[in-house]
């Protein structure tokens, strides 16, 4: 084996001086072989872990139903460690594969950075993932997933359960019957119908609390910039912009993530345009409300009662004078728990997990794309062919240039719209980026790590004439402003360029700079240019055969007899460097170059 040496610079756009590029540098005193780290090639996890070799390990930080417990334990080690403090957390994390939380575990960057690389899941147990620093999981190439659906009924009762109690005094009635008092006139309640309830966010929980309401004889109102108006329509509520909405409300019920945009969208200054004598329920985030603002409303008199499932600090300090005050009812973030939700939840996270370990491409991931099945069936071979290509056209810069452009082409008979090219992108980036560094690029990571190494990827669609039953044509890649080690990769404009496509389910090159050539995507390339003439196919494969290096095929691509062509050929091992000499020193070939895929 040859020596190598290869190094990694981060440099400094000066253009951007915020933007890191990347520059290799490659020494080896056999120019045309390259190196390339030890990884199984046939093991391509799209998104987490398809190549686990021994049982996975999840770590469960919090309580989770017996069903999901039984579906992980039928594929991994389970590990279920509850209230670990942040300290015990960091020092379990790097033996585990995947960790499964509630919203009373904080998942920080220090969590994703003390588990070494190992974490490749985050699963919540629930819909919030504002307890999960999702920046830090996508830069660790960890997946977040969670289980969005299944405590949005437990959630909507909840709210509707606080709704009812605050305007009939359920809660301090209870405590004064219990502490022998009789207090008929001191909790006149009121009453709901007819009144405005305002729900802040129509998602899941917000649409059923509003057919809950509706069933009530309330008139609802939603501010959501995003929501559907179909939706609304369909269920007879009335979508309102915010000074609207906060200007009419009798109730206003929270159901809306926490987000910087939410954050503290309660606050003075809100309070102040409301109705006086508003009613407020939260059983969404804490956050969303400024809590010393929510107080000093309480106390003037705008907000005549709140019921609070959520608190900005859970839970929340004994002497919170929020907590305490005789206008506000408090659930101990209860939303998700009731036994149907904590069952169906923790189905619906295990299988979530499971899959994410297996490789399969989550449908609820947060942090990377959700590719239906169907999609990524019709998309396999291409996403293959990509990462192929992307692996070939690195390999053939010259070491010291850096890649710092790529354009990647997509050619299809089907419609911009018709091609979800985020998985296809991210497969590229892998191939380019993996081969030259000892990151680990998947879906969730591969945008962020681009950007990181001031990688900039650009995208085109050409839209070809035929039959739209197949999703691309080729897919074509060309690096910009590099040096390349095999000038025959360098297109009439100076790019390097590589095209391929999908032929009987199999990822072919098609076309290296001018020349078109074809070849499967299998094993190992050696790419050679020269003075096409009788013979040479002949004198590479007896100096391969000689070698028992296994050629599996041969193509040449030429301009015409006699004039220049590129030969590629496909072998099956690994030539030595006096193999790779001795083809170099025939005096037709003008350069070659040996690329592993
Ligand atoms: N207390 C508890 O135990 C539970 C709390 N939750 C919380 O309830 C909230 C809603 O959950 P889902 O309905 O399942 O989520 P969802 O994602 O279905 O709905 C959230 C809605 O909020 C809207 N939204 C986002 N930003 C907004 C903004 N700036 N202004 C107005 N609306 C905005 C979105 O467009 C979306 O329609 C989340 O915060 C979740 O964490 C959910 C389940 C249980
Ligand atoms: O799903 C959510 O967003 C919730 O707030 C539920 O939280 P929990 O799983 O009960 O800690």
Same mark, same amino acid.
């Given at each position: 084996?040859?020596?190598?040496?290869?190094?990694?610079?981060?440099?400094?756009?000066?253009?951007?001086?915020?933007?890191?590029?990347?520059?290799?540098?490659?020494?080896?005193?056999?120019?045309?072989?390259?190196?390339? *780290?030890?990884?199984?090639?046939?093991? *391509?996890?799209?998104?987490?872990?398809?190549?686990?070799?021994?049982?996975?390990?999840?770590?469960?930080?919090?309580?989770?139903?017996?069903?999901?417990?039984?579906?992980?334990?039928?594929?991994?080690?389970?590990?279920?460690?509850?209230?670990?403090?942040?300290?015990?957390?960091?020092?379990?994390?790097?033996?585990?594969?995947?960790?499964?939380?509630?919203?009373?575990?904080?998942?920080?960057?220090?969590?994703?950075?003390?588990?070494?690389?190992?974490?490749?899941?985050?699963?919540?147990?629930?819909?919030?993932?504002?307890?999960?620093?999702?920046?830090?999981?996508?830069?660790?190439?960890?997946?977040?997933?969670?289980?969005?659906?299944?405590?949005?009924?437990?959630?909507?009762?909840?709210?509707?359960?606080?709704?009812?109690?605050?305007?009939?005094?359920?809660?301090?009635?209870?405590?004064?019957?219990?502490?022998?008092?009789?207090?008929?006139?001191?909790?006149?309640?009121?009453?709901?119908?007819?009144?405005?309830?305002?729900?802040?966010?129509?998602?899941?929980?917000?649409?059923?609390?509003?057919?809950?309401?509706?069933?009530?004889?309330?008139?609802?109102?939603?501010?959501?910039?995003?929501?559907?108006?179909?939706?609304?329509?369909?269920?007879?509520?009335?979508?309102?912009?915010?000074?609207?909405?906060?200007?009419?409300?009798?109730?206003?019920?929270?159901?809306?993530?926490?987000?910087?945009?939410?954050?503290?969208?309660?606050?003075?200054?809100?309070?102040?345009?409301?109705?006086?004598?508003?009613?407020?329920?939260?059983?969404?985030?804490?956050?969303?409300?400024?809590?010393?603002?929510?107080?000093?409303?309480?106390?003037?008199?705008?907000?005549?009662?709140?019921?609070?499932?959520?608190?900005?600090?859970?839970?929340?300090?004994?002497?919170?004078?929020?907590?305490?005050?005789?206008?506000?009812?408090?659930?101990?973030?209860?939303?998700?728990?009731?036994?149907?939700? /904590?069952?169906?939840?923790?189905?619906?996270?295990?299988?979530?997990?499971?899959?994410?370990?297996?490789?399969?491409?989550?449908?609820?991931?947060?942090?990377?794309?959700?590719?239906?099945?169907?999609?990524?069936?019709?998309?396999?071979?291409?996403?293959?062919?990509?990462?192929?290509?992307?692996?070939?056209?690195?390999?053939?810069?010259?070491?010291?240039?850096?890649?710092?452009?790529?354009?990647?082409?997509?050619?299809?008979? *089907?419609?911009?719209?018709?091609?979800?090219?985020?998985?296809?992108?991210?497969?590229?980036?892998?191939?380019?980026?993996?081969?030259?560094?000892?990151?680990?690029?998947?879906?969730?990571?591969?945008?962020?790590?681009?950007? /990181?190494?001031?990688?900039?990827?650009?995208?085109?669609?050409?839209?070809?004439?035929?039959?739209?039953?197949?999703?691309?044509?080729?897919?074509?890649?060309?690096?910009?402003?590099?040096?390349?080690?095999?000038?025959?990769?360098?297109?009439?404009?100076?790019?390097?360029?590589?095209?391929?496509?999908?032929?009987?389910?199999?990822?072919?090159?098609?076309?290296?700079?001018?020349?078109?050539?074809?070849?499967?995507?299998?094993?190992?390339?050696?790419?050679?240019?020269?003075?096409?003439?009788?013979?040479?196919?002949?004198?590479?494969?007896?100096?391969?055969?000689?070698?028992?290096?296994?050629?599996?095929?041969?193509?040449?691509?030429?301009?015409?007899? /006699?004039?220049?062509?590129?030969?590629?050929?496909?072998?099956?091992?690994?030539?030595?460097?006096?193999?790779?000499?001795?083809?170099?020193?025939?005096?037709?070939?003008?350069?070659?170059?040996?690329?592993?895929?």
């Amino acid at each position: 084996m040859a020596a190598f040496s290869f190094t990694l610079t981060p440099s400094v756009h000066k253009a951007s001086p915020s933007s890191l590029s990347w520059t290799l540098s490659l020494s080896s005193s056999v120019p045309t072989s390259f190196p390339t *780290r030890r990884r199984p090639t046939n093991a *391509r996890p799209i998104v987490v872990v398809s190549a686990l070799n021994a049982k996975p390990t999840i770590l469960v930080a919090e309580k989770l139903g017996q069903a999901g417990l039984e579906l992980l334990k039928g594929f991994a080690n389970v590990d279920c460690s509850y209230n670990l403090s942040p300290e015990e957390l960091c020092a379990k994390i790097s033996l585990c594969d995947a960790l499964i939380v509630r919203s009373g575990t904080k998942v920080t960057r220090e969590v994703f950075e003390s588990s070494g690389g190992r974490l490749k899941v985050v699963g919540r147990a629930g819909v919030g993932i504002d307890n999960v620093d999702l920046p830090a999981a996508t830069e660790h190439g960890c997946l977040v997933v969670n289980a969005p659906t299944a405590n949005t009924i437990a959630a909507a009762e909840h709210g509707i359960a606080l709704l009812t109690a605050m305007a009939r005094n359920i809660a301090q009635a209870d405590a004064s019957v219990k502490a022998g008092k009789w207090q008929r006139s001191k909790y006149v309640g009121v009453s709901l119908v007819g009144k405005t309830l305002l729900l802040m966010g129509f998602g899941k929980v917000g649409s059923e609390v509003a057919r809950r309401a509706k069933g009530l004889g309330m008139h609802v109102i939603a501010y959501d910039p995003y929501a559907p108006a179909d939706r609304a329509r369909a269920i007879g509520v009335e979508l309102v912009t915010f000074d609207e909405a906060i200007s009419t409300a009798d109730f206003i019920s929270l159901h809306m993530p926490l987000t910087p945009t939410t954050s503290k969208i309660l606050n003075d200054e809100t309070f102040s345009k409301m109705k006086k004598g508003v009613r407020i329920v939260n059983v969404a985030r804490g956050g969303v409300i400024d809590e010393e603002a929510l107080l000093r409303a309480l106390d003037s008199g705008i907000v005549a009662q709140a019921a609070l499932d959520v608190f900005t600090e859970e839970p929340p300090p004994k002497d919170s004078l929020l907590v305490l005050h005789e206008n506000v009812t408090v659930s101990p973030h209860l939303g998700a728990s009731t036994i149907e939700a /904590q069952e169906g939840v923790a189905i619906e996270i295990a299988e979530a997990v499971v899959g994410a370990l297996k490789g399969e491409l989550a449908a609820t991931a947060v942090n990377a794309p959700m590719v239906p099945a169907e999609v990524l069936s019709e998309l396999a071979p291409f996403v293959l062919l990509a990462e192929k290509l992307g692996r070939l056209a690195v390999q053939l810069v010259a070491g010291g240039s850096g890649v710092q452009s790529v354009k990647i082409t997509y050619a299809s008979c *089907r419609g911009p719209d018709d091609l979800d090219t985020r998985l296809l992108r991210a497969m590229i980036t892998k191939g380019l980026i993996e081969p030259i560094s000892s990151v680990f690029v998947n879906l969730v990571n591969a945008d962020f790590t681009a950007k /990181q190494r001031g990688l900039k990827i650009t995208e085109e669609r050409i839209v070809l004439d035929g039959s739209p039953e197949k999703p691309l044509k080729f897919i074509q890649l060309q690096l910009a402003n590099v040096e390349s080690k095999f000038a025959g990769a360098l297109s009439d404009t100076g790019e390097i360029k590589v095209q391929g496509m999908v032929k009987d389910g199999l990822p072919h090159l098609t076309m290296v700079g001018s020349f078109g050539v074809d070849v499967s995507l299998e094993g190992s390339l050696i790419l050679c240019k020269q003075v096409d003439q009788p013979g040479i196919i002949g004198k590479v494969g007896s100096i391969l055969g000689d070698r028992n290096v296994n050629v599996n095929f041969m193509s040449v691509g030429r301009f015409a007899p /006699q004039k220049q062509a590129v030969m590629t050929i496909g072998v099956d091992e690994e030539p030595d460097t006096e193999t790779l000499k001795q083809i170099g020193e025939i005096q037709a070939i003008e350069e070659f170059v040996f690329l592993k895929l």
